[in-house]
């Protein structure tokens, strides 16, 4: 079920202009709007992305489909998409939103850390997750986080930490470019997908460094696919539909050579995992 829009907060930087929003169930959401400059298929990038993510135990935002009306886009005159010189109205009807972690007037939310504080973020290790994940999902785009300080038992129910130990936690966000964006393609390139911090493939040896996750994504349950198709709001991929299920088909397909496509990482111009074993 969706949620209702309230308030504007800002807008935020990226292709997609997101813009930040109060909702009424008092939650944050980064909006991406159905029509955003990308494409409207970002939206189910995004959305799919997000349902898979949580099934494979990596730290991703909430997700919601947020209701945008007619009250809030007069209400909200500064909430719009900039085309050149042309303003185009937000579009009444379920956006998709991403969680903002906690309230923005009271957190601060990093894009970026320094690496002093990067080797202490509590789930670095995800970072080899998601890289499992986006080699899958053909991510066109670089890996995306977002950093922020807060109680380690709130956010990471998997690490064993004391009730009000504080630390840093990654989340992965911007899932629009899986699938290459609005082209729904899986392609096989190197070097997509990867998190432009060296630090975070450090401890890479070999394949085993990737698992949990690259278990979990070989053996992919067909049933959790299903679900998030069923879940998109029909709107997002009206006319679509045909492409997305073979899309999904290929995906399915596409599962088994995960091992390879992150041994094929090695091979891009910059070897990610100069730590590998050779065998
Ligand atoms: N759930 C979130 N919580 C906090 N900030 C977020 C969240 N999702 C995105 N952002 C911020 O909003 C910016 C734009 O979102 P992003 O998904 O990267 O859109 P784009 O596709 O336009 O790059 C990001 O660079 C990040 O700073
Ligand atoms: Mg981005």
Redesign the pocket.
Known sequence: MPVDARRLIRK???????H?VEAADGHF??V?FLNNP?HRR?LANEWIAATFLNYLGIST?AVAMIRVSGTFIQENPEAYIQLGSHRRTLEEGWHFG????GDPARNV?Y?FLPDSLMEKVENLNEFRGVLAFDKWMGNADSR?A?FFRARIKDWLPAVSAHPLRLGFVA?M??N?YVFEGPHWRLSDSPLQGLYFRPLVYRDVRGLEDFQPWLDRIVNFPEEVVDQAMKQIPPVWTEGDEDALAALLERLLVRRKRVPDLIEACRESRVNPFPNWRRS
């Open positions: 935020m930087r990226g292709g997609a202009q997101a930040l959401y980064v991406k990308q970002i935002p991403s969680r903002f972690p939310v894009d995306q977002v989340q966000v911007d629009g």
